[in-house]
């Protein structure tokens, strides 16, 4: 079964569409979603094993411009 988190993103701003567009190009995201609230941008990724998603956020997502803050939940079931 994949690994499955809620990544809860806080975007500088002005920047949230860019961010939300380079997210969509990364290969383990399901959904990225703009919202309201505390936060700018939800996205859900799925991977095989939990160190694949750890790469997916220090490796891709903190490389993207306009990432202020991420909160990552692990899904405990899905």
């Not at 694949?52 to 956020?57: E, F, N, T, V, Y």
């Not at 490796?59 to 991420?70: A, R």
Request: some cysteine.
């Amino acid at each position: 079964m994949a690994t499955r988190v809620y990544i809860l993103i806080e975007t500088a701003v002005g920047t949230t569409s860019d961010v939300a567009s380079a997210l969509k190009d990364l290969s383990m995201m399901k959904a990225v979603d703009t919202v309201t609230g505390p936060f700018d941008i939800i996205a859900v990724a799925e991977a095989d094993d939990l160190p694949s998603i750890g790469d997916l956020i220090s490796d891709g997502m903190h490389s993207i411009p306009g990432i202020v803050k991420t909160v990552t939940c692990l899904s405990v079931r899905n």
